[in-house]
């Protein structure tokens, strides 16, 4: 198609002695064709002026027959994390001058294609290169797997019709951390002797949408494991419950629920863990008068006591109502330790101060919880004195 002049370049021309060269560094597809030598002998001189010229043409046809293969690599980005978005991209390298873009695909596995056509929508075709992106957004637990990007050259012209080159990749989804909520029931702070459920709920990521299996571990105050409990799906929400009777200050602390969550389909799926803390606190109130048997008179006394666990931190307040009235009765609280007492005094007790008293313990750790306990003050009415006087009416008293 045209005529290879002297110079540096890809096609160069080089002559010698008697002889002319071509040269190709590198040869191209492009270079498929017929080439014609061409030799123009003419001579001058003082006897002869372009007497004598002789011409002489020879055709020499050139084939590229082999080509090769291409390169083809799979670089991830973004995060494997189910519910993130995540890339595969397949770059393909072919050599410079390829007269065609090669064919690329993406296969799930070996066997199944992403699509029935070749996927060149998305790619991105540079002088040698071919790149096609394969897009999770976001990324399924269910996408975890083995994927394969096939490049094809197909090239007709010089006997090649398909010239395959595969790269594998293997993807992992990880599994994200569950959220993991702790309950308490009746309240988280509760009485000596009583009794508390602590339920640990834990709440899988959307894009978690293959098989797997939830485990709970509860450990206890000081890290001492408890139990590992049943976990049960209940409304969406794995469920694991741990039941606490007849609570001992040795049982108050911090509680810790620990949750794994490990998939069916262990090859192309990492499994996770989270936990949480829940504090268990003790509250424990008592109530006691400086008598039973109070009478109207005398001074009375009544001590509301209420003793916290260590790891309570914050001072209870306490207060005296009685019942009918709902009258408050001042005082002042004292607290030694984990132990607050808030004293009532009666100086003098009367009669009309018989009735139903109750102390209210307002404890604001972990939560806000309020206990309550009664006394009942009977005041007895005290004996009357009894004085017996006479009065004469006369000096002197006759019979009848």
């Known amino acids: 198609g045209g005529q290879i002049s002297s110079g540096v370049g890809r096609v160069s021309l080089s002559s010698g002695v ?17 080439y014609n030598c061409s030799v123009n002998v003419s001579a001058s001189g003082q006897q002869y002026v372009d007497t004598s010229v002789a011409v002489r043409s020879s055709l020499t046809p050139i084939t590229v027959t082999a080509l090769p293969a291409p390169q083809v690599t799979i670089t991830p980005s973004g995060s494997s994390t189910a519910g993130s978005s995540y890339n595969l991209t397949c770059t393909v390298m072919v050599v410079n001058g ?22 060149f929508t998305s790619g ?35 006997s090649i019709t398909s010239l395959y080159t595969t790269s594998l990749y293997n993807t992992t989804a990880q599994i994200p951390p569950p959220t993991v909520t702790p309950m308490a029931s009746p309240s988280q702070t509760v009485s000596e002797g009583d009794g508390i459920v602590l339920t640990c709920g834990s709440q899988l990521n959307v894009y978690v949408d293959t098989q797997v299996m939830v485990a709970t571990t509860w450990t206890g ?94 001072l209870p307040l306490l207060s005296w109502n009685e019942m009918t009235d709902q009258n408050v009765f001042p005082g002042t609280q004292s607290t030694i330790g984990n132990t607050s007492t ?24 972990p939560v806000q919880s309020i206990i309550t306990k009664d006394t009942n003050a009977t005041v007895r009415i005290p004996p009357p004195t009894v004085t017996i006087t006479s ?10």
């Open 391 to 400: 009065t004469p009416i006369a000096t002197s008293y006759y019979a009848g």
């Open 342 to 365: 808030l004293s009532v005094s009666f100086v003098p007790l009367y009669t009309s101060d018989g009735g139903t008293y109750t102390c209210q313990s307002n404890l604001s750790y």
């Open 98 to 119: 390829l007269v065609v873009v090669p064919q690329v695909m993406w296969f799930n596995g070996v066997n199944v294609a992403f699509g029935n056509s070749p996927l």
């Open 221 to 314: 105050p000081g890290g001492v494991g408890v139990a590992e409990s049943n976990t049960s799906l209940v409304g969406g929400s794995y469920q694991s419950s741990l039941t606490l009777m007849s609570l001992a200050p040795e049982g108050a602390g911090t509680y810790n629920c620990s949750v794994s969550v490990l998939p069916n389909k262990t090859q192309y799926v990492y499994g996770t863990s989270n936990y949480s803390t829940i504090e268990v606190a003790l509250h424990t109130i008592t109530v006691t008068t400086s008598t039973n048997t109070p009478t109207s008179g005398m001074n009375y006394t009544i001590t509301c006591t209420v003793v916290r666990s260590p790891n309570v931190p914050s």
């Open 124 to 158: 991105v075709v540079s002088t040698n290169t071919t790149t096609l992106t394969l897009q999770f957004n976001p990324l399924n637990t269910s996408n975890g797997g083995q994927y394969s990007c096939i490049a094809n050259v197909s090239l007709p012209v010089i």
């Open 18 to 34: 008697n002889q002319t060269t071509v040269q190709f560094y590198p040869l191209n597809t492009t270079d498929t064709g017929v």
